[in-house]
Structures are given as C-alpha cells and as structure tokens.
C-alpha cells in the first residue's frame, strides 16, 4: 500500500480511464508494472466503490484515483447510481448482476494465483476485498450486489465449501460506510434528489421531485412493498448471515442533511451488537458524502488505517 498522503494525478471523465462494462458499471485493472511490486500481496485484489446518488463523473473519478495512489496493484469496480437505479429494484439488481460477475472473476483469479504462493493459508484467512460505498444510494446498491453475487455462483463452484468459488456471499472483505446506512424519511430523500440536480434546475424540479417521492410513499405505505432502501439494505448489512466481514468503519457527521449522523451510529451500535467489528469516525463541518473533499488527508488515512486493521 502506498501512503495516505499520495496526491493522484488529475482526470476527467470515468470512461477516460475505466473500461466501462455498462453505463453504470466501470472497471479499472492495475498497471502491468505495479502487478509486480513486493506490496501486491498487501494491497486489495479488488476494490469496489459504490457512489451516492446521480453522482457526477468528476468527483467519483477522484476517489477511483485516490484508491489508485493507495493501492496501485489492486482492480477497481466502480458502481454508479441513478434515482431510477435506486428506487426500482430491479434496475439497480441489473447493474449489479454486471459488477457481481466480474468481480466473481477476478477474486476467483487471485485465489487460484495464491494458492500456489508460499504462506498460503495466512493468505487465505485476510481479506483480499475494500467495499467503500456512498450514502443511501450505494448501500442500496451493496444490497443488490449481495443477491447478484449468489446468483453468480455456478454449480460446479459448489464443490468447493470454502474459499471464493464455494461462496454465495462475498469473500472476507473490509467496508467503509461513507454517510450511510440510515433509515431515510421522506424530506431527506427530497434534499436527496435536489442536491444530486444541477443548481440551476432545483427549483424546476421540486414539484416533480415530491411527487416521485409521494409514489414511493404509496408504493410503501399503501401496497406495503418492502422499503428496500431504509429497511431492507440496512438489515443486510448487519447480517452475519449474508456478510463475511473483518472489520469496518462508518464516516459520518452532524452536518449531513441527507442521512442523520443518529441514524448511522444506530446502524452502527447494532452492527456491534451483532458481532461485527466496527469503527466510528465523525467529521464536523462537512455535508453529505463532502468529508473527503473538506478533510482530505484524515479521510485518506482513516481508509488506509481500515485496510490495515483488517488484516490484522
């Protein structure tokens, strides 16, 4: 791993740089050159990023290279995420279905070469997967990426009763919560879908904004459809059940509008009563999935300190 301070080079859009899969699902592999550096054993063989919602290319690209300075030798899948892919399920399960099955590759692809490397069974008991997912939108989308994952898994996979081959759940990973998971109300998913439109169109867009959130009101209340995003996802996250997870870490703050900072540390509080090793870091003075870009250098390091305590 390289050191949190590395400053990454600048960029433009995703499909600059990232091979795109689908329109919501990008992957960028390592240079051949740093596949070969002694730190490849130490850094993620994947790491998968899943962003807030209608997140813009720009800013989504800086934490796909900050991730690059970090961990040069690691394969990176990013997940973006629209209000479509977010409220209609089985959108957001397409685009994770794509991530699910190249993310199966690539962590079965480093199992087969760890085998055959000295020390293989410390090898096997670390965490090989960062999972780093933004607000609402991306733990909703980690929500999907559980399911898609399990349909990934062939039957002649099943022979295998450890490692990845053998698995419906993702392998033992790390996971950093950014603004998220917090049960949403209404009003916050209105501020939501405002903060993820251009300035200049939020007014324009209010009234269509509270009766798209009015529909998901009666889809919810009236026809009793299992709320997916403030229920569903978050009760995945702490399942033991459907997470192998060495330890993760929530960043979060009271100035976020969008997902309360009470609303995490409950979500955190129960992650530790369940057995999951957590860690808390609270940002003052910086808003919704905005902690990296007003608190860089501590963001950075609390990301590469995670990574290593997983392993520990």
């Known amino acids: 791993m390289a050191t949190a301070t590395s400053r990454p080079p600048a960029t433009s859009g995703l499909s600059s740089f990232m091979q795109a899969l689908s329109p919501r699902v990008y992957l960028l592999r390592p240079s051949p050159e740093n596949v070969t550096r002694e730190h490849n054993a130490q ?4 790491i998968i990023i899943l962003g807030w919602m209608n997140a813009a290319d720009g800013p989504l690209a800086k934490y796909v290279r900050q991730h690059q300075a970090l961990f040069p030798t690691s394969a990176i899948l990013l997940i973006t995420c629209t209000f479509a892919g977010m409220t209609i399920p089985w959108l957001g399960l397409r685009e994770a279905r794509i991530a699910a099955t190249t993310a199966r590759a690539i962590l079965e692809q480093d199992e087969e070469t760890h085998k ?8 096997a008991s670390q965490p090989r997967l960062l999972i780093h997912t933004f607000s609402n939108a991306g733990s909703t989308m980690l929500y999907h990426l559980y399911a898609a994952y399990a349909t990934t898994a062939t039957r002649s996979s099943f022979s295998s009763s450890t490692g990845v081959k053998g698995a419906t759940v993702l392998p033992l990973h790390t996971t950093i919560f950014d603004s998220t998971p917090a049960a949403f109300t209404y009003q916050t998913l209105v501020r939501g879908i405002l903060d993820g439109a251009p300035s200049a169109m939020r007014f324009a867009i209010l009234p269509i904004a509270y009766l798209y959130v009015a529909l998901i009101w009666v889809v919810v209340t009236v026809l009793r459809v299992p709320d997916h995003i403030g ?11 459907r997470v192998r997870e060495a330890c993760r870490v929530y960043i979060y703050g009271p100035a976020d509008r969008i997902t309360p900072a009470k609303g995490v540390e409950l979500h955190a ?3 530790e009563a369940r057995g999951f090793r957590v860690r808390r870091e609270v940002f003052d003075g910086s808003g919704h999935v905005a ?3 007003k608190h860089a250098d501590r963001y950075w390091r609390i990301v590469g300190q995670n ?3 997983a392993r520990l």
């Open 307 to 309: 990574w290593e305590e």
């Open 269 to 271: 509080n129960e992650a």
């Open 116 to 123: 055959s490397q000295p020390n293989n069974d410390t090898a």
């Open 291 to 293: 902690h990296a870009r």
């Open 231 to 241: 229920d569903l996802a978050p009760r995945a996250h702490n399942d033991p059940a």
């Open 43 to 46: 850094d993620p063989a994947l």
